[in-house]
C-alpha cells in the first residue's frame, strides 16, 4: 500500500468507518466525475453512436474483443467449464468435471462456458445450448436471460412493460431485431447518453434500490462505480406469477448478501400454498435426487461484501477499470477484464505502490489455489449426496419407519450444499474477491452434503452406506458429454446411471443457427 493511502487509512482508524470509505474515494477517485454534454439521443442503444465524442473510452471499450488469453484460473477463452480434455488452451486443467452431473434435468447441464468480453455477450447468447433451438423453435426461457445481454431492454421493457420477462427469448433474436455487435452491452447500460453521468438500466437492481430505500442521486462515487457492476454481476431469480409479473428477475438480497441469507430467502419467495403463504422457492429438481434446487449465478457483488477490499471502500471499477492517461486525459479504461492479464498488474499497483506486480499476482494465486482445490471437493460431496439419495429412493429392503421424513430432510441438505458450492463455483473470481467468505461457504457445502448423506443411509437403516465407500469418481463417473442434442438420443441416455433417470427429448431438427432461423415458423 502507499504512503499516502497509508496514512489516510490510519487517520481515519480513529474515525468513523464512514470517514474510512470517504478516505478510500479520496485516494482513489478525484471528489466529482468529468461531466459532459452530448448531442447523442438519450434512448440511443448503439455502442457506435458514441465512438465520436468519446474515442478514448470506445477504444479501450473494443479491447473487450480480446478473446484468446487465459490466466490460471480465468481469462477470456470461453472453454466449456466442464471439460478437462478440449479445447483447452495447452496446459489449461482448471475445469470442473462434475458440473453437468449436477445439474442434470437444467439447461446448465447442456452447455456452460467460462465468461469473455463485454462485446461477445449478445454473440455468446445466441449461441448457448441452454436457448433451445429445436422442435417448434420457442426458446424455453423467458426473455429475461436476454436482461444482461444489452441496453436494447430499455427499449423491450417500455414496449411491453412487464409481460416482457416472460416472452418468449426467440422473439428478439434475429438480425432485425438487434445488431449483435452493435448492441451488445455498451455504454448505454452505464451511462446517460445525454450527459455520460452513470445510470441504472437494469429494472432488479432499481426495484431493489426502491425496496431497500436508498436514493441513487445520494449515493457515494464509489458505491455507484461498483452498483453499475452489480446490474449484472449478481446473483437473481425469475419471479414465480404468484408473487408479482412471471419471470421478473429479482435479487434475494432482503435477508442480506451470504449464502446463509439467500438461503433463508429462497425458502419462502416461491409458489403460493393454499393459504396464500410463499413456498420455497425452486430454479429445477434435480434427474437423479430430486431435489429441488437452486441454480446460483454469478454472485460477484455479493461475494465482494465484507472482503478486505469491499470494506476498506475499494470498488469493482477501481481493479477492473483502472486509471490511465491518453492524449494527457486520465481516463477510466473500460476493458473490463482480468487484472491478471497485465504482468505489471498495474490496476493493483495503483494502491500497492509499495509491492511488486510478483508479489501480488502470487497473494491472488495463494487464494485461488486454496480455493479452487475446496470448490472441487464440495463438488465431489455434493455428487455423493445425490447418488444417496437416488440409492435410498431405490432401496426396496427394510426402511426406517420415518423414512419418508429422512428422505425429505436428505434432499433438503443437498439443497443447501448445492446451492453453497454454486455461490463460489459460479462467483468469478475463484475466491479472491473474498478467500475468507468463500472457505467459509464451501466449509457449509460439505457440511450440508455429508448430513444428506448421513439422512439417505439411515434412511435405509445404513444398508446402502456399503455403496458409498471409495473413491467418488468410480462410484459416480463425471458425465463430460450432454447437450440437448444428444438427450435425443436414447443411446447416449444408456451411457450414464444418471443419464438413465432422463426422458429422452422427442427426435426434432435444429431451426436456430446463431441468429438465423433455418427453417419457417410453424403456422399459428
Ligand atoms: C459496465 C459499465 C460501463 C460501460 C459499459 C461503459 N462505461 Fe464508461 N464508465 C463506467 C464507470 C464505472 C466509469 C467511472 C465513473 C466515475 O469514476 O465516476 C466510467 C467513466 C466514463 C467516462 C468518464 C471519463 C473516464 O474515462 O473516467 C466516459 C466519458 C465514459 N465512461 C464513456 C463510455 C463510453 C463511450 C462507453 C461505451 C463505449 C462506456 N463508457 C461504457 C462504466 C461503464
Ligand atoms: C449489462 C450487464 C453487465 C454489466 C452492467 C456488467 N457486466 Fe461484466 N459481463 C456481463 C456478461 C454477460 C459477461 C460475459 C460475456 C460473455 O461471455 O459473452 C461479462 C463479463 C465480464 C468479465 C469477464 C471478461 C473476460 O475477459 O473474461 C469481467 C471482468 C466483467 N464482466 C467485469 C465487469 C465490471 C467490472 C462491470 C462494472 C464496471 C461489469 N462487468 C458490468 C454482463 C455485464
Ligand atoms: C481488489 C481488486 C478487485 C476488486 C475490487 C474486484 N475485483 Fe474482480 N477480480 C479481481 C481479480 C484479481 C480477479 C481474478 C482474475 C483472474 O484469475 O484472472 C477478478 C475476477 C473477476 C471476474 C472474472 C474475470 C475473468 O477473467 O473471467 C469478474 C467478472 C469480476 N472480477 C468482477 C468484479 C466485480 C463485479 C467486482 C465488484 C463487485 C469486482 N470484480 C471487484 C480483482 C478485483
Ligand atoms: C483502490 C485501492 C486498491 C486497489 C486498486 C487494490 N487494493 Fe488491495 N487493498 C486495498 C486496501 C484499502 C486494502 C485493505 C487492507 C489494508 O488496509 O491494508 C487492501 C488489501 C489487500 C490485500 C490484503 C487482504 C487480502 O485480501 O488478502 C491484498 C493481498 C491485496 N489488497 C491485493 C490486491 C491486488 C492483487 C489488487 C489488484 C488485483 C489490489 N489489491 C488492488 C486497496 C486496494
Redesign the pocket.
Known amino acids: ?1 502507499n504512503k499516502k ?2 496514512s489516510l ?1 490510519t487517520v481515519s482508524v480513529s474515525l468513523l468507518s464512514m470517514l474510512l470509505l470517504s478516505a ?1 474515494n479520496d ?2 477517485t478525484p471528489l466529482k466525475p468529468p461531466t459532459y454534454k452530448t448531442t447523442i439521443k438519450e434512448d440511443e442503444t448503439r455502442m457506435s453512436a458514441f465512438k465520436a465524442q468519446f474515442p478514448l473510452e470506445y477504444a479501450s471499450y473494443q479491447k473487450n474483443n480480446e478473446s484468446e488469453v487465459m490466466t490460471d484460473y480465468k481469462g477470456s477463452i470461453a472453454y466449456h467449464k466442464n471439460d478437462n480434455v478440449n479445447p483447452l488452451p495447452e496446459g489449461f486443467k482448471k475445469a470442473q468435471p462434475y458440473l453437468k452431473n449436477l445439474w442434470l434435468g437444467y439447461p446448465f447441464s447442456f452447455e456452460y462456458n467460462e465468461a469473455r468480453g463485454h462485446t461477445y455477450a449478445v454473440e455468446d447468447f445466441v449461441n448457448i445450448d441452454r436457448i433451445n433451438r429445436y422442435g417448434d423453435g420457442k426458446g424455453q426461457l423467458p426473455t429475461t436471460c436476454w436482461n444482461c445481454k444489452t441496453p436494447k431492454m430499455m427499449t423491450w421493457y417500455k414496449e411491453f412493460g412487464d409481460k416482457l420477462w416472460s416472452m418468449d427469448p426467440n422473439l428478439f433474436r434475429t438480425k432485425d431485431k438487434i445488431d449483435a455487435m452493435d448492441e451488445t452491452i455498451n455504454c448505454a447500460n452505464c451511462h446517460n447518453p445525454a450527459n455520460m453521468e452513470l445510470r441504472l438500466y437494469s429494472e432488479p437492481l432499481k426495484d431493489w434500490l426502491k425496496r431497500s430505500g436508498k436514493d441513487w442521486a445520494t449515493l457515494s462515487r464509489n458505491e455507484k462505480r461498483s452498483l453499475m457492476c452489480a446490474q449484472c454481476h449478481s446473483e437473481y431469480y425469475f419471479q414465480h406469477a404468484d408473487n408479482g409479473p412471471a419471470a421478473k428477475p429479482v435479487f434475494p438480497w432482503d435477508d442480506g448478501f451470504d449464502p446463509e441469507d439467500m438461503y433463508r430467502y429462497y425458502s419462502g419467495h416461491g409458489k403460493k400454498d393454499a393459504a396464500g403463504k410463499p413456498g420455497p422457492f425452486v430454479d429445477f429438481v434435480h434427474a437423479v435426487s430430486k431435489a429441488p434446487i437452486i441454480k446460483m449465478q454469478h454472485p460477484e457483488y455479493e461475494m465482494f461484501q465484507d ?3 469491499g ?5 469493482c471499477a ?2 477492473h477499470m ?1 486509471y490511465q492517461r491518453e492524449d494527457g486525459k486520465k481516463v477510466s479504461s473500460h476493458w473490463m477484464t482480468s ?2 492479464k497485465d504482468k505489471e ?1 498495474r ?6 505502490a509499495d ?1 511488486s506486480a510478483d508479489y ?2 502470487e ?2 494465486l495463494y ?1 485461488q489455489k486454496r480455493s479452487f482445490d475446496q470448490l472441487l471437493k464440495a463438488e465431489a460431496a455434493s455428487v455423493k449426496a445425490h447418488e444417496a439419495v437416488r440409492l435410498a429412493a431405490a432401496y426396496n429392503g427394510e426402511r426406517a419407519p420415518d423414512y419418508d421424513a429422512l428422505l425429505a430432510q436428505a434432499r433438503e441438505m443437498i439443497r443447501k450444499g448445492q446451492l453453497y458450492w454454486d455461490y463460489v463455483s459460479a462467483e468469478n473470481s475463484v475466491g ?1 474477491h473474498n ?1 475468507v467468505k468463500a472457505l467459509d461457504t464451501l466449509m457449509l457445502s460439505v457440511e450440508s452434503s455429508n448430513s444428506a448423506v448421513e439422512l439417505a443411509s439411515a434412511a435405509t437403516n445404513f444398508a446402502i452406506a456399503k455403496d458409498l465407500v471409495g473413491d467418488i469418481e468410480k462410484i459416480v463417473p463425471p458425465i463430460l458429454k450432454h447437450s440437448r442434442k444428444l438427450m435425443q438420443s436414447p443411446e447416449h441416455l444408456l451411457t450414464h446411471p444418471w443419464l438413465q433417470m432422463l426422458k429422452p427429448l422427442p427426435a426434432s431438427d435444429q431451426v436456430w443457427d446463431g441468429q438465423t432461423r433455418l427453417s419457417a415458423a410453424p403456422a399459428k
Open positions: 500500500m493511502l497509508f487509512v478510500c485516494v482513489s472482503s478486505p477490499h470494506a476498506a471502500g475499494v470498488s477501481d481493479c483502472q487484472p491478471m498488474m490496476a493493483c499497483r495503483q494502491c500497492h509491492k501480488l499476482r497473494r491472488v487464494d479472491f478467500p
